[in-house]
């Protein structure tokens, strides 16, 4: 998944960024709460995670601004407020998951894996699109019982296509999915990455799933079903 995850301690940001980056999702970490209301005005996630206690906008404000503003990816807030009253506040916000500090890695992933779940795309932790089954915990493709090993982006650029069957992706928009905040691709890095994703297809008798749209970007055509 596309991910923003705010917290403003360093000690907390880095091993959670780290684990989840390690898990193949694409990460963009900040430490305020201004920041992270940038980037949900110029980017696209699959889900926020969200300390409470932000400097200069709280989590909780990002969390009602974005509901606000009809938007639906899932939330997860951490915190140190453990009271239930704490937590109604998070909940009613319009967050859809609270977790207590200290944080436990191993909660906090299976939290996370719950909240993807929750796309009617996914079964388990496979993600389905016609016969194609991408599965999340092995970074692997399976078509029609073959199967095919993934990179971390090869597997961050399929699932962001299985998110958006058979609609144009430009490449602005690929890049900021696939590529964390901050980093600048090289200028062939997409093209190179799609023709590698092909390759991974191609064994599955697949690649031509992935349609160039000359002029604007890459298209992904499910494979009809035999």
Aim: hydrophobic share 40%; glycine share 6%.
């Amino acid at each position: 998944m596309k991910i923003l995850l705010a917290e403003d301690d360093p000690k907390q940001l880095m091993p959670l960024q780290t684990v989840l980056s390690q898990a193949g999702h694409n990460v963009d970490g900040v430490k305020d709460g201004e920041t992270a209301q940038w980037l949900l005005t110029e980017k696209e996630y699959d889900l926020l995670i969200l300390d409470w206690m932000l400097p200069r906008i709280s989590g909780v404000s990002l969390c009602q601004q974005y509901r606000a503003a009809g938007r639906t990816a899932p939330i997860l807030i951490i915190t140190a407020k453990d009271t239930t009253p704490d937590k109604v506040i998070g909940l009613d916000a319009g967050a859809d998951d609270y977790l207590v500090k200290p944080i436990d890695i191993i909660e906090f992933m299976a939290r996370v894996r719950a909240l993807r779940r929750r796309s009617p795309l996914w079964q388990g932790d496979i993600l389905c699109l016609a016969d194609l089954k991408l599965h999340l915990d092995a970074l692997t493709l399976e078509r029609q019982g073959a199967i095919v090993s993934l990179s971390s982006q090869e597997f961050q650029l399929l699932e962001y296509f299985m998110r958006h069957p058979k609609q144009v992706l430009t490449r602005n928009q690929i890049e900021q999915a696939v590529w964390q905040w901050g980093s600048e691709p090289e200028s062939n890095a997409i093209t190179v990455l799609v023709r590698k994703l092909r390759q991974r297809l191609q064994t599955l008798a697949a690649a031509e799933s992935i349609e160039t749209v000359y002029g604007m970007g890459y298209r992904l055509n499910p494979p009809e079903l035999s």
